[in-house]
């Protein structure tokens, strides 16, 4: 729930993001405060796997965006999640 690269995905899904906005909308919808440099080493390894680029730079603010690979990941990751949810779920309606 709190892997950063989850979050930036996530987050990017909306729509391209620069690297404040991405900690704001992060600490919106998960409720979590990434510092800056977790937040800018996970956009580095992200980019590195081709998940996110760059576009062109705002004055200093450099934004990104999901590639067509990062979306894939993201629904593979969601349903990653989704099967954990669904058998968590079950288990915890079978022991009460």
Do not use: C, Q
């Not at 906005?21 to 996970?42: H, K, N, S, V």
């Amino acid at each position: 729930m709190n892997d950063p690269g989850l979050l930036i995905l996530t987050s990017l899904s909306s729509g391209a993001k620069h690297g404040h906005a991405l900690l704001l909308d992060i600490e919106d919808f998960a409720g979590i405060r990434l510092g800056p440099g977790t937040l800018y080493g996970a956009i580095t390894r992200l980019e590195e796997r081709g998940l996110i680029e760059p576009l062109d730079a705002d004055d200093r603010r450099r934004p990104y965006r999901l590639t067509g690979a990062g979306s894939h990941a993201l629904a593979d990751s969601l349903a990653d999640l989704r099967r954990i949810v669904d058998a968590a779920t079950t288990r915890l309606a079978a022991a009460t």
